[in-house]
C-alpha cells in the first residue's frame, strides 16, 4: 500500500507553545492515505485532528518528521512554493465556508484560478462549470449572504474543486449545517470521490458523517489509534 | 493587475458608508492642499509672471510711494539698461465694488519692450498707441464681461479722482485684448499719460519703473546703480529683481497667506492620519479573508500587492476628486481676486506633487496591515472568523 500512497507522513510531531510551556499536539505519526481514498479523521477537540489536516494541507509546519504528497516533500517547501503547491494541488472545505462575502457565488469559485495564467473567459467558465458540478449554476450571481448555509458549502466545495486538485481536504465541512443540508454535502463529497476520483480527507465529530467515509481514523492526544488506521 | 480590479471593488463596497466618509475625507484633504498650493504660488509672488532680465525700481519704503516721473528718464540713462518703462497702480473696479480689475497705468510705448510676451494684433496695438483713452484687456477679464475691442467701458477706481468733474469715471476704449505667455490674462493696461492729465490729487508721479537689462548676469551692479542715483534725496528707491518685487506686493496681504497655508497643512496632515487609520482598521477586519486567500495559494506578496491596491484605489479616487474640485475652485477664486493675483490658479506641478501623494498616503494607510499579514499564520487567520 506504500508504493500507492498520496499522502505520506513519516515521525510527524507538532508542538505549540503556550507562555512558557509547550504543548505537545501530535506525537510521532505515521500515515499513510492511498490516492482515491475518502478517509474521515474523528477524535475528540483537541486531539489534534485540525492540526494533522493543517499539515498535511500545508498551511502549518511540523516541529518534525516527514510529509509527502504525490512523492513531493511539503515539510521542507519554503513558504513561497508551498502557497504555489496548495494552489495546485490542494483544495480546501472549511467548516464556517469562509467566503468572501463582497463577491458573488462566482467570482467566489473564481478565486483560486486568478492564481493562474487564464483568460477571464476560461476563468469564468471553469467556475461555472464547478457551480454547476456542485448543482449551484442558477446561483451563480448571488452573494453569500443571500444563500443558505448548505449552498454556501457548496460554494466553498466549488472553490476547492475549481482547480481540479489532487486532494480534498474538508474540516468539519457539515459541522455548521443541519441534517438534511449535511446529508447533501456529504452526498457531494462521496460522489466527487467516487466519480472524480478526488482523494478526500475529512475531519468530523459526527460519526453519521464519518460513516460516508471509505476509513476512519481515530486520533486521540495526539496519537492514531492503530487499530483505526488505513 | 486588471483581473484583480472586481475584488478590489468589491471590497470598497463592503462598508459603504465608511468608504464614502473616507472618501470624503480624503477629498476634502486633497481639495485643501489644492487651494494651499494656489495660496503658497500666489502669495510667494507667480514667479510665472516674473522675466529674468527686468528688474523693477520702486520707493525704498514700499510700492504704495510714488515716484517723480522724471526718475524715468534718469533710470533710462543707467548703464546696462535696455529700456525703463514706468507703472502705476489705478485700483480699478468695472460698475460693481466686487469686479476688482487689475490695472495698470503705463508708459504705453516702451510697455511692450519691456514686456516682449505682451502680444496683440498690429493694428490694435496702432490703436492702442494712437489713442490715450484706450486700454488693452486680458482674455478672462474681456469674455467675463463680454467686452469687445471698441467697446468703451465706464472704468471706476478706488484710489484716483478727475480733477475736471471730481468723480471716479475713467472712460477707457478696448483697443485690444493682449495674449501673454507668462499666465497673466485678467490685467487691463492703459495710458499713463491719460491718468496724469486727468487726477485731481497728484502729477508727475509714478508707482514704479520696469527695468530691461541687457545682461541678467548684471542685474545686482545695475540695481546698485539705479539706486545710487537717488542716494540721499526725498524720495530713495529699492531696485530688486522682478519676482522679489511680484514677492513684495503680494505681501502686502500680510501673513495671511502663511497662515493659510499653516492651517490647510494641518488639517490635511490630520486627514491623512485619520484616513489611514480608517482604511487600516478596514483591513484589519479582513484579517480571517486574508488567511483564507493565503490558504487559496496567494503569496504574502500577493497580499501585500492587494492590499496597497485597495488602499491606492480609495486615495487615488478620493484625491484625483479633490484635485479636479481644487483646480475648479481655484479658478473661481481666481477671478474673484484677480486685482491681486493675475495668474492665480492651481499650478499644474499640483497634479505630480497630488499623485506622489495619492501614493504615499494609499502606502501608510496600507503598511501597517500589510506588515501585519505578512506576519500573520494561516492558521492564526483562519481562527479570526
Known sequence: MADESLVRLRGVAKDYKRGAETVHVLHALDLDIPRGDFLALMGPSGSGKSTLLNLIGGIDRPTAGSIEIAGTRTDSMTDGDLGKWRAHHVGFVFQMYNLLPVLTAERNVELPLLLTKLPAAERRKRANAALGLVGLSERAHHKPRELSGGQEQRVGIARAIVSDPTLLLCDEPTGDLDRKSGDEILDLLQALNQQQGKTIIMVTHDPHAAARAKHVLHLNKGQLSRDAAA | ?385
Not at chain 2, 486633497?30 to 495660496?39: R, S
Not at chain 2, 497702480?89 to 476688482?100: A, K, T
Not at chain 2, 487609520?277 to 486567500?293: A, C, D, H, P, W
Open chain 2, 1 to 385: 493587475m486588471f483581473k484583480y480590479l472586481p475584488l478590489l471593488w468589491a471590497n470598497l463596497g463592503r462598508k459603504r458608508l465608511r468608504t464614502s466618509l473616507t472618501l470624503a475625507s480624503i477629498v476634502v484633504a486633497f481639495l485643501l492642499f489644492g487651494l494651499m498650493q494656489t495660496l503658497r504660488v500666489a502669495m510667494t509672488g507667480s514667479p510665472e509672471l516674473a522675466g529674468i532680465d527686468r528688474l523693477i525700481t520702486m520707493h525704498k519704503t514700499s510700492f504704495v510711494q510714488s515716484l517723480p516721473l522724471a526718475y524715468l528718464n534718469r533710470v533710462k540713462g543707467v548703464e546696462g539698461v535696455v529700456v525703463a518703462s514706468s507703472q502705476d497702480w489705478f485700483g480699478g473696479v468695472y460698475q460693481e465694488d466686487r469686479n476688482q480689475i487689475a490695472a495698470f497705468a503705463v508708459e504705453a510705448p516702451t510697455f511692450f519692450e519691456v514686456y516682449s510676451e505682451y502680444q496683440l494684433k498690429p493694428e490694435e496695438k496702432q490703436a492702442f498707441l494712437q489713442d490715450r483713452t484706450a486700454v488693452i484687456v486680458g482674455p478672462m477679464i474681456a469674455e467675463r464681461f463680454k467686452w469687445k475691442v471698441g467697446d468703451t467701458i465706464p472704468m471706476r477706481s478706488n484710489i484716483w479722482t478727475r480733477k475736471d468733474d471730481g468723480g471716479n469715471s475713467w472712460p477707457m476704449k478696448i483697443a485690444g485684448i493682449y495674449q501673454a505667455s507668462n499666465g497673466d490674462n485678467q490685467s487691463m493696461y492703459f495710458h499713463y499719460d491719460y491718468l496724469n492729465e486727468s487726477r485731481a490729487e497728484i502729477r508727475d508721479m509714478i508707482g514704479w519703473v520696469v527695468v530691461k537689462v541687457a545682461d541678467p548676469g548684471r542685474s545686482a551692479d545695475i540695481a546698485r546703480s539705479i539706486d545710487d542715483l537717488f542716494r540721499n534725496s526725498s524720495t530713495e528707491t529699492k531696485t530688486s529683481t522682478e519676482k522679489a518685487f511680484i514677492q513684495g506686493f503680494a505681501n502686502q496681504m500680510g501673513n495671511i497667506g502663511k497662515l493659510l497655508t499653516f492651517v490647510a497643512a494641518a488639517v490635511f496632515f490630520t486627514m491623512l492620519l485619520v484616513t489611514a487609520n480608517t482604511m487600516g482598521q478596514s483591513i484589519r477586519e479582513r484579517i480571517n479573508e486574508i488567511g483564507v486567500m493565503k490558504t487559496l495559494g496567494f503569496s504574502g506578496a500577493g497580499v501585500t500587492f492587494l492590499i496597497i491596491a485597495e488602499a491606492i484605489l480609495v486615495t487615488g479616487l478620493g484625491g484625483l476628486i479633490g484635485l479636479g474640485l481644487a483646480a475648479l475652485a481655484s479658478k473661481g477664486i481666481g477671478a474673484a481676486v484677480a486685482q491681486f493675483f493675475p495668474v492665480l490658479g492651481m499650478p499644474p506641478a499640483t497634479w505630480g506633487i497630488g499623485v506622489v501623494l495619492i501614493l504615499l498616503l494609499g502606502g501608510l494607510a496600507a503598511a501597517i496591515p500589510c506588515a501585519q499579514a505578512s506576519r500573520l499564520k494561516i492558521v492564526d487567520a483562519l481562527r479570526k472568523a
